[in-house]
């Protein structure tokens, strides 16, 4: 079967609420979450929606089940956290900003280009709006460090945040968006 994405909507939210949680590595070692990759931040139902009426959240399905997500969101969505700390530490003057996760994929679609079919289809769609995609990793995330580093996303800063580490990459979703 074919792996399709689209914006998703109110029926996806229970599904993409479970994968958030299933992804964040809880009971793991600080070994496991880090060769696994994990997500980070809580959400619930209404938080969501307020992502989906911003640039958009992505959904990745393949028969009908969800493969995987790509939350995208505008500077200030989130007031607080590490997301408010990389717009800060990224500063002005990169034209229009949107923020990029979190994102997760489904370890049944894992190794097949889900990830790499969301960035892309999210960068087509929001090339038009936006010059540049922003995304924050904490440094005891080496799955996710490796998958940005893997896309060419630039590294533009580093900061912070309650005693942890973190990256800023960036992204041209125009350049992004060509990739086939």
Do not use: C, W
């Not at 790509?70 to 997301?83: I, L, Q």
């Not at 700390?85 to 997760?104: E, I, K, M, Q």
């Amino acid at each position: 079967m074919t792996v399709t994405v689209r914006r998703s909507g109110l029926a996806d939210r229970p599904a993409i609420l479970a994968l958030m949680d299933a992804a964040r590595g809880e009971g793991l070692s600080a070994a496991e979450r880090a060769e696994r990759g994990f997500v980070q931040g809580r959400m619930d139902a209404d938080v969501l929606a307020r992502f989906e009426e911003g640039p958009g959240v992505f959904v990745a399905e393949e028969g009908g089940d969800l493969a995987g997500f790509a939350m995208t969101s505008v500077p200030g969505t989130v007031t607080s956290g590490p997301a408010r700390s990389a717009v800060d530490t990224l500063g002005d003057g990169h034209g229009r900003v949107f923020l990029y996760g979190p994102a997760a994929v489904d370890p049944r679609y894992q190794g097949r280009g889900v990830l790499t079919t969301l960035l892309v289809a999210l960068s087509r769609a929001l090339r038009d709006r936006y010059d540049l995609g922003v995304a924050f990793v904490e440094e005891a995330n080496a799955k996710s460090l490796a998958v940005h580093r893997h896309y060419g996303m630039a590294e533009a800063a580093t900061f912070v945040f309650d005693g942890r580490d973190y990256v800023v990459f960036t992204f041209s979703p125009a350049e992004f968006a060509a990739r086939a």
